[in-house]
C-alpha cells in the first residue's frame, strides 16, 4: 500500500493535503450561519477536521524528500504543524462575525490531530510487517 502511495505521491498524497487544507481554512473563514449544518456536534466537526488534516499532513511528511528533518520526525512535525495551525486557526475565527475561539475546539483539534498520528504510525507498522513477513 505505501509503495503504491510512493509512487503516486504527487496526487494521492500532495494534491489532497493541499485541496482539503483550502477546503477546511475556507470553511473556517465563514461566518456561522452560512456554514450547511451536517448534524455533528461542533466538537466532533473540529475531531474530525483535524484527526483528516494530520493523517494528510503526515503521509505528505513522509513521502516528501527534500526536508529530511521532517521526514525523520514526520509525527511530530507533524503534530507541531496540527497544533499550531489549530492554534492560529482558533485566534482567525474571532475576526469571523458569529464565531469565537475556544480552548475545547481547540482540544479536539489536539485530539484529532493524536490521533489521526497513531492512526498513521500504526498502519505504516503493519504494512511493514506484512511486507517483511511476505519477503520470508
Known amino acids: 500500500m505505501f509503495e503504491y502511495l510512493q509512487k503516486r505521491k504527487v496526487i494521492l498524497v500532495y494534491l489532497p493535503l493541499i485541496i482539503y487544507w483550502l477546503v477546511l481554512f475556507t470553511a473556517t473563514t465563514l461566518p456561522v450561519q452560512e456554514l450547511p449544518s451536517i448534524g455533528l456536534s461542533d466538537k466532533l466537526n473540529h475531531f474530525i477536521a483535524y484527526f483528516v488534516l494530520s493523517v494528510l499532513v503526515h503521509l505528505t511528511l513522509i513521502y516528501q524528500r527534500r526536508f529530511e528533518i521532517l521526514f525523520n ?6 503534530l507541531i504543524i496540527s497544533l499550531l495551525y489549530g492554534i492560529a486557526d482558533e485566534l482567525h475565527q474571532m475576526l469571523i462575525p458569529g464565531r469565537s475561539a475556544e480552548l475545547l475546539d481547540w482540544i479536539a483539534d489536539a485530539s484529532g490531530a493524536i490521533i489521526g498520528v497513531l ?12 511486507s517483511e513477513y511476505k519477503s520470508i
Open 73 to 78: 520526525y514526520a509525527p511530530a512535525a507533524t
Open 119 to 130: 492512526l498513521v504510525l500504526y498502519l505504516k507498522n503493519r504494512f511493514k510487517y506484512k
